[in-house]
């Protein structure tokens, strides 16, 4: 399988400000538009740093794993890769002891097949299949 490395995931308290503070880092990156992901009760904004992107998730809503997860270690939240076939892939690393923990559709990737996963070590990684 062909894997490619995408972004990596940063949860936030305000994506405005984690903006502001990566243009100060590399003030020539690329700002996507900031989605809303009711499913998932979470905004998302990508910035671009070359051929990988700084993807900032700020939860929101009732109490949530990731509201949590930002109040005790706000930071890094997991790697986006993408794959040629989201299912075949999947297979592959729960084959190999990944745990799935769920397929969505995202508007964030014009609507494609995404899933997350965790791996051994419980870090979680996003497969994003390729249009």
Do not use: W
Not at 84 to 109: M, P, Q, T
């Amino acid at each position: 399988m062909s894997l490619t490395l995408h972004h990596i995931g940063c949860l936030v308290n305000n994506i405005e400000n984690a903006i502001a503070d990566y243009q100060i880092l590399h003030p020539e990156g690329e700002i996507s538009e900031i989605y809303d992901i009711e499913a998932q009760k979470v905004k998302v904004c990508f910035f671009s740093m070359g051929a990988v992107h700084m993807e900032f998730v700020a939860p929101y809503g009732p109490p949530s794993f990731l509201l949590e997860r930002l109040k005790n270690n706000p930071g890094f939240y997991h790697i986006g890769v993408y794959v040629d076939n989201i299912d075949a892939e999947i297979d592959r690393l729960e084959e190999e002891g990944y745990r799935l923990i769920n397929k969505f559709i995202s508007v964030a990737f014009d609507n494609r097949h995404c899933a997350f996963l965790l791996n051994k070590e419980r870090h979680m990684i996003e497969l994003i299949e390729r249009g």
